[in-house]
């Protein structure tokens, strides 16, 4: 009985802990969406990361970048930006690349595009962005 | 091979793929060759537009007469004009935007200079190239582009910090080439003529070099801690924009820079660049100034070395060149000679060099910025001399020639994208050999200052 107790309380620890750092004490939420060719879209997208970390602070707020469409191209392993990418990554901004985008592209190229380390494959950037409203996210297409 | 080196081998590969990615887009070569990984548009449309207003205070020669340098180009037929210089509009970019490893760029002109007026040209491509980034190390630029050279010329114009090119780019680099047909007006190497009727100045029938040639160029740049180094080699049809190969010959194009990056991006990126360059290769030229196309085959070699620093508010920047055949002499002498009738005066076969010095002042807190420039270009420096046999007056003396020229300048910087420049040069001309009055001297003791203005948008 004993036993079953601790195990049933650390399961509530593993829980609590898991939910902690998923960011529920974060004072705000946000989902930057890129799914645009614009070049000048991928500088802005990371401008506007960067800015919500400086003003909210890191351990304050969740931020997350869902790439999709021609927008994947920002997640690209050689993209311009990945030393940013890097940084921000390092200051918790999530990175998100979806995996329909990755297949048609894969198609396209005839070998699957090269993404950034900090890339997290996503099943589809629409459902993972809806996905993160329903859970208080807050949406920003910049 | 031993294990040891195979280490070194995989090391330096290693190191160089690493560089190859980290290097982006840092340089001329960079900047004009390649794109933005993953961030290319599939078509960027850019271009920018000069309009320039030019007073040339010269006096006029013995035989009340004027030719270049005091008339304004290209035209050729007046002491002040207002010109548009360049119209340049075109499209940059990666074609197919998910491989970054392909990317072109396109320009044409519209403007009135070097390029368009000879043959009245109402446009002209500049530059049409495509860029393979494959080769880790060894990028491949095929097409019409800029050779790799002179800071001067393979800079983008417009962050040119001057209207006008000093005279030994102008020069000694700015290529003009041989008429095709080999068929001079004996008239066009004539004396001095009088406005307001100047015709016969302008022999030349082909664009200028612009400082662009067709070919293949392998080159990439190297990041090392805040270092870049760069290299290109390229090989081409030597004949600037106006294609093809007819001497049968290529020219061969190398060059190196070493650069301490120490911020910024762009065509102003601050650092100190260091760049040595070479260019060699064969024209066909037929100096016989007759209407029967006897063309014999001229060496081509140019070669410098320079540096510059740019850390506002400050910039300094200096370059020596040198050449050796196929040296103009003259607007209206496209037998590359200036009297056939001597042994002297001889460019298709004569050495020059020159240098400038510049700075400029970034005035702090102010869109304004003063720059100011030395240089010196000796043409004909080993010239054969006329016999001393010949006629006292003439005797001993060569068609040696030293142009110096003091620039003054100021730019107002309007918005990132628009500038105004001003500027006034003095220039000392004269023919080392000769005195005041005599020989070319005639018409060289009248050159003074030229005042010039320009309005530059880039869009």
């Known amino acids: 009985m004993k036993k079953l107790i601790s195990m049933f309380l650390l399961l509530i620890a593993a829980s609590l802990s898991y939910q902690v750092q998923a960011g529920d004490f974060a004072e705000e939420k946000i989902v930057l969406q890129i799914s645009d060719p614009n070049p000048f879209k991928q500088t802005l997208v990371l401008n506007v990361a960067s800015n919500l970390v400086k003003f909210y602070g890191q351990d304050k707020v969740e931020v997350e970048i869902v790439a999709f469409g021609p927008g994947l191209r920002l997640l690209f392993e050689e993209n311009v930006n990945s030393g940013r990418i890097n940084g921000l990554a390092s200051s918790g901004v999530k990175f998100a690349a979806c995996k329909n985008t990755i297949k048609a592209m894969t198609k396209k190229l005839g070998h699957a595009p090269e993404l950034h380390s900090s890339a997290v494959p996503v099943s589809a950037g629409v459902v993972r962005i809806i996905d993160l409203e329903n859970k208080g996210y807050k949406l920003i297409k910049p | ?459």
């Open chain 2, 1 to 459: 091979m031993n294990h040891k080196k195979k280490l070194l081998v995989k090391a330096i590969g290693v190191g160089l793929l690493t560089c190859a990615s980290a290097a982006q887009a840092a340089n001329w070569l960079m900047l004009q060759g390649t794109e933005k990984d993953g961030q290319s548009a599939r078509a960027k449309l850019w271009g920018f537009v000069q309009v320039q207003y030019q007073n040339d205070r010269s006096s006029a020669n013995s035989g009340d007469g004027y030719i270049p340098p005091k008339l304004i180009g290209p035209n050729l037929n007046s002491q002040s004009a207002f010109n548009v210089n360049r119209a340049r509009i075109g499209v940059r970019g990666t074609g197919f935007p998910l491989d970054n490893k392909v990317n072109y760029f396109f320009l044409a002109e519209f403007g009135n200079n070097g390029i368009t007026a000879p043959g009245d040209r109402n446009v002209r491509i500049t530059d049409a190239s495509i860029t393979l980034n494959h080769i880790p190390g060894a990028r491949v630029r095929a097409g019409l582009f800029k050779t790799p050279g002179a800071e001067e010329g393979l800079q983008a114009i417009h962050v040119f910090d001057y209207i006008n090119f000093t005279t030994v780019t102008n020069q000694l680099l700015l290529e003009r080439f041989p008429n095709s047909n080999g068929s001079y007006d004996a008239a066009i190497n004539n004396a001095p003529i009088g406005l307001p009727s100047p015709t016969g100045i302008g022999a030349f029938d082909s664009s200028v070099g612009a400082f662009r040639d067709t070919g293949i160029q392998v080159f990439d740049t190297f990041k090392v801690d805040n270092w870049e180094h760069s290299y290109a080699v390229m090989y081409g049809n030597g004949n600037g924009l106006n294609f093809g190969n007819g001497d049968g010959h290529y020219d061969t194009y190398l060059y190196w820079s070493s650069e301490l990056v120490f911020g910024g991006k762009g065509g102003r990126r601050q650092g100190l660049k260091m760049f040595a360059w070479g260019q060699s290769g064969k024209r066909l030229l037929d100096t016989t100034n007759d209407t029967t196309y006897n063309p014999e085959s001229y060496d081509r070699d140019r070669s410098g070395l320079g540096f510059k620093y740019l850390q506002k508010p400050f910039r300094v920047s200096a370059e020596y060149m040198q050449g050796k055949g196929m040296i103009f002499v003259g607007q209206d002498k496209a037998t590359f000679d200036i009297n056939p009738a001597v042994a002297g005066g001889n460019g298709e076969e004569g050495k020059a060099n020159g240098y400038y010095l510049e700075g400029g002042w970034y005035i702090p807190n102010s869109k304004w910025e003063i720059d100011l420039r030395y240089d010196i270009y000796n043409r004909l420096t080993d010239d054969t001399p006329f016999p001393a046999g010949a006629p006292p007056a003439v005797a001993g003396k060569t068609f040696e020639m030293n142009f110096q020229t003091i620039t003054l300048g100021a730019q107002y910087h309007i918005n990132k994208k628009t500038r105004i420049n001003m500027e006034v040069s003095d220039r000392t001309f004269e023919a080392v050999d000769w005195d005041s009055g005599a020989g070319p001297n005639a018409n060289l003791d009248g050159v003074s200052q030229r005042y010039a203005i320009q309005l530059t948008h880039v869009f």
